[in-house]
């Protein structure tokens, strides 16, 4: 039996899992336009040619497979070779030979792969926890201890495929008969992925009563946890009071909140972070900043962004509530960062510095570094919580001596040598403690297209997939964009949105549209920009982070990699910390009065039409409901007055109808609480919030746009 037939078991579903439906949809255009080639057939592998890239499949299933291309993310390429295979279907001479390491291999089925269930239960346990580390079974555990618990998951066969259908994932997870535990396929985050399939083989093995023994460590470890991490009576004390509080600030009304209630949720801020619940404390500490500038009057905050926050905090408290074991371990967050000191050396080069400010006062710099050895990149944090300190600014943290013994403007020049790195989760860089060597270097030609080929989007198709299967993923917001440029436009001026505009394009003429908006952050920025781009420089890589803006995602770009005009040098270019006057020839006052004066007509002119094509599109869920429903919720908390009007009831049945013709019945219903309860009930109404908020994260549209979809 040729092993190429596991490749005819991928339906459209689960190639639709693995990467997405707009994926698939480009792959089936490049059959259509014949860009599709088998070149080699051999016993090992299959290779194809597949509009200009290579694609190698191999006898472990789509999980294995890979391609030539530079997408981080699963290609359109390797789809296309699956898709096409299953139209020409090959046969080899002699099949693969199977391996004894069932975890990874595929499985030689005496039955054509027909049976995923049975083929599953042959997995040998202890051959799978070398594979998948310590880390995972225990985290594997506690799933499948939480599964059992809730009787959370739910298992099909449809053919030879499996679909197991469990919690932290909503589409099922989909197991091809053939393929071994490597070709099992999920959405889930890769950091999740090898932990969640152990608990669904688990789960499958304990369904059947099939024998597995879980390593006597962990099971010891889970014992003690499940012990130990319970709410005290205490916290539960503590929870029941800031809930109370929450009570108190809406029946008081958002509009007239005072100091006395911002001092005690200081206390409780205080009292959450003795009784280990840091991520509580948090979120006190932030609804504790946001009272005090609505006290002040200040006109950043507004009565929505207080009511957002309490139904969050709402929601986190039930969730403690109703957790134990790891989720309640994960729920209640760490208490500090925790650094560790590492006997070695990183070889580091400049990414990029990025200067941020939140709403809440907290202010700082974070700045990043690419490490060539391992292709990853690592950061550090230099912040303060208010504005208490008058030394910390923009322009004084990039020449002080704050950064390893360093200035930021010198190491981010330069490549270096970092001696005994501090680190913490997530390539987090203790910014004390260390010290460095500067090279006399820093990016090279080699270095930068190496980085260029390995990370990053050349296509801004791929783009769009990735930001549309990170649309609920918090991380998205933390990460760092590479956006490899092909082509780009002038900078023109967005009237209606009230930002610069900076259109780039990649080999294809897809548009992507990376606005920075007229702010105090952001000035600096297009003052930099729109001068960088005057000059003869080539700009090559701009590094940009996500960000939401009302129903928009939006690209904010904060550096830049050119190539110098004369010296043809890659230098790279920090839009939040470098002055207009490094790309100035004739750095004379004339030139400087001219400029701003140029500046200060864009930012006042009501008359310039842009040039690049922005379409406004109104998203009927934004625009009908997540909208209307906060500014009614607002108008209800900030008076304090907690009766519906007759007018409020309308608006909450048109509200109901619309909800009921998009779909949307768990709001609907939970709009219709509202009018049921005279005077309202304060749950109902965080309730409603909080849903908004989780419609409002999913519901975007991005700045990109597509040739081959207009």
């Known amino acids: 039996m040729s092993w190429s037939q596991i490749y005819l078991n991928y339906d459209q579903d689960a190639l639709a899992v693995y990467a997405n439906v707009g994926v698939i949809r480009r792959a089936l255009k ?62 080899d001479q002699v099949a693969a030979k199977p391996n004894s390491d069932t975890s990874n291999q595929p499985i030689e089925s005496s039955n054509h792969y027909s049976d995923p269930l049975a083929e599953l239960l042959t997995i040998d346990s202890s051959q799978l926890f070398k594979t998948v580390g310590k880390a995972n079974i225990r985290l594997a555990y506690q799933l499948l201890f939480d599964w059992l618990q809730n009787d959370a998951v739910s298992v099909q066969t449809q053919g030879v495929q499996l679909r197991i259908q469990v919690p932290l994932s909503t589409t099922p997870i989909i197991y091809t008969a053939g393929t071994g535990f490597a070709g099992i396929i999920s959405e889930l985050p890769d950091k999740q992925k090898q932990a969640v399939h152990l608990a669904v083989i688990a789960y499958l093995f304990q369904q059947n009563q099939k024998s597995w023994q879980w390593p006597d460590q962990i099971i010891t470890e889970h014992q003690q946890n499940n012990q130990q991490d319970q709410l005290s009576d205490d916290e539960i004390l503590l929870i029941k009071q800031v809930q109370s509080q929450i009570n108190s600030l809406i029946e008081h009304g958002l509009s007239h909140v005072s100091k006395s209630q911002s001092n005690q949720l200081q206390l409780l ?112 944090t230099i912040a303060r919580p208010n504005n208490a300190d008058i030394n910390f600014y923009r322009e004084a943290i990039w020449q002080t001596v704050c950064l390893w013994q360093s200035m930021p403007n010198m190491l981010m020049k330069r490549g270096f040598t970092l001696h005994n790195p501090r680190l913490a989760d997530g390539n987090n860089l203790s910014a004390l403690g260390s010290n460095v060597t500067i090279k006399k270097t820093g990016w090279s030609d080699q270095d930068y297209q190496v980085f260029r080929t390995t990370n990053g989007f050349h296509d801004w198709a791929e ?97 830049l990699f050119y190539q110098e005009s004369q010296t043809k040098q890659i230098n790279l270019l920090f839009l939040d910390f470098d002055n207009e006057s490094l790309f100035v020839r004739n750095n004379t006052p004339k030139f400087f009065e001219k400029f701003n004066h140029l500046f200060e007509k864009l930012k006042l002119s009501n008359k310039k039409k842009l040039n690049t094509q922005i379409a406004y599109q109104q998203d009927p869920i934004a625009t009908y409901i997540i909208k209307p429903t906060l500014t009614l919720l607002e108008a209800i908390t900030s008076s304090g007055r907690l009766v519906l009007s007759s007018s409020d009831k309308q608006k909450i049945e048109v509200l109901q109808f619309h909800c009921n013709s998009l779909g949307l019945t768990t709001l609907s219903h939970t709009l219709n609480k509202l009018t049921q309860n005279q005077p309202l009930k304060i749950d109902h109404i965080l309730q409603t919030a909080y849903l908004c908020h989780l419609m409002s994260k999913t519901h975007y549209q991005l700045p990109i746009v597509l040739m081959d979809e207009l």
């Open 30 to 91: 490049d059959i259509q336009a014949n860009k599709v080639k088998l070149i080699e057939h051999q016993q090992s592998h299959l290779l194809f040619e597949v509009d200009s890239q290579q694609v190698k499949l191999t006898p472990q299933g789509i999980q294995t497979a890979n391609c030539s291309c530079p997408a981080s993310e699963h290609c359109k390429h390797i789809i296309a070779a699956v898709l096409w295979l299953q139209e020409n279907p090959v046969i």
């Open 269 to 380: 801020n205080m009292s959450a972070r003795a009784q280990g619940l840091p991520m509580l404390a948090a979120m006190l500490r932030q609804i504790c900043q946001l009272i005090e500038l609505q006290v002040n009057r200040h006109f950043s905050i507004e009565e929505q962004d207080i009511l957002l926050l309490l139904a969050r905090l709402t929601a986190h408290l039930q969730i403690l509530l109703n957790s134990h074991g790891q989720q309640l371990t994960d729920m209640r967050g760490n208490q500090k960062r925790q650094y560790q000191t590492k006997n070695q050396t990183l070889d580091l080069l400049p990414l990029g510095g990025y200067w941020w400010q939140s709403k809440t006062g907290a202010q700082g710099a974070t700045f990043y570094f690419w490490q060539p050895e391992d292709n990853q990149y690592y950061q550090t």
């Open 463 to 559: 783009l769009s997939d990735y930001l549309q299967k990170n649309d609920v993923n918090d991380s998205l917001f933390d990460n760092i964009l590479a956006i490899h440029i092909t082509n780009s436009q002038k900078p023109e001026l967005d009237e209606i949105r009230q930002c610069l505009v900076w259109c780039i394009k990649d080999n294809k003429n897809n548009q992507l549209q990376l606005r920075l908006f007229w702010d105090g952050i952001d000035e600096q920025r297009i003052r930099i920009l729109n001068c960088f781009l005057k000059t003869e420089h080539k700009p090559l890589t701009v590094l940009v982070k996500c960000i939401k803006n009302d129903n928009n995602l939006d690209l904010e770009p904060f550096a």
